[in-house]
């Protein structure tokens, strides 16, 4: 190319691409939002993107300084799409950050796409022990639990109660397994023991072969994970069956969490633990629900404090930088650092990248999961892999 000519591609590069590069430094943050919007997850991601849209709003629209614009993928919790579905936020959309998601198996695809491309995540759910474990990263955080979490604290609590024979069920995936896992080992320390794990594939609900072989055990208590529709389906078949009268159905809080008024009757007493209860009196919490239920004319529940906090965590690592994503470790360090002021009750994020706070023994009654007592107190997951 001659050197008038070259001069003159330059200037034409400059006119074409100047403006969008400075709009890259100075105009909206560009937010990709993977969450199910489709399946038996789809209540949870609905509610998980009205929590984060709701902190961004109450900011006036900006985190750090800048707008907010949303890109969206339907995951439909299926872990088999999640590689394609996140390379269209991450190569498509070119999105600065991504919120996601829900489902444990698409979460984990998620994280590696994230790394891969050194993408800013924050997980607003999935519970996915790896994420913050063995495949943790600097640019990886998550405003909701570890799998471990949940199921270790309802673990603590069923011993507590003296039950000495348990049975687990949920559904044969990531989620089911490891939060039945963190059950297991708190239950067996504390004295339990547990008869048999039973499961079935995910998003299945044909539960009667197993309720039937629960009836037939009779064990002291039975520990299960569900949630959504699936968690639904599975309470009302539990006491269908004439088991809630006779064995103790226990789990973690997405058992009742957002389903309660469509399982009527058949969750009313049934007792959780997690890192939520909707009655907490806290001016916090009253606030947050307050403010919720004017702008969605609906009732908040864990998935929209999870979505509220993940615009939380990513609010102070933009404040921390001004909103100059160029400075990504001063933004990543910040997002770590920050004591997250929520409606659950303050919680740190542990150096893997995950909440350590308090989980909630909770009991259902009327539309709310209604907080007991603290079950565990800061409970930090083991982060067991993680390097960092
Ligand atoms: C999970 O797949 O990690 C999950 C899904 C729903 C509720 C809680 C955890």
Redesign the pocket.
Known sequence: MNAPFRLAALALCATAFGPLAQAQSTGPIKVGLMLPATGT?AA?GDMIEKGFKLYVQEQGGKLGGREIQYFKVDDESDPSKATDNVNKLIKRDNVDVLIGT????V?LAMAKAAKDSNTLLIVP????DAITGAMCGPNIVRSSFS?WQPGYSTGVVAAQKGYKRAMTITWN???GAE?VKGFTEAFEKGGGKVLKDLNLPFPGVEFQALLTEIAAQKPDVVFA?F??GGAVKFVKDYDAAGLKNSIPLFG?G?LTDGTLEAQGASAQGLQTTLHYADNLDTPRNNAFRTSFALTYKANADVYSVQGYDAAQILGAGLAAVKGDLGKRDALTAAMRKVTVDSPRGKFTISPAGNPVQDMFLREAKGKNNEYRSVAVKALADPARGCKL
Request: charged residues 0%.
């Open positions: 997850f949870l829900v489902h444990s198996g979460a759910n999935a519970g996915a799998n995936y990531a989620a939060t994970f949630a959504g973690s997405f």
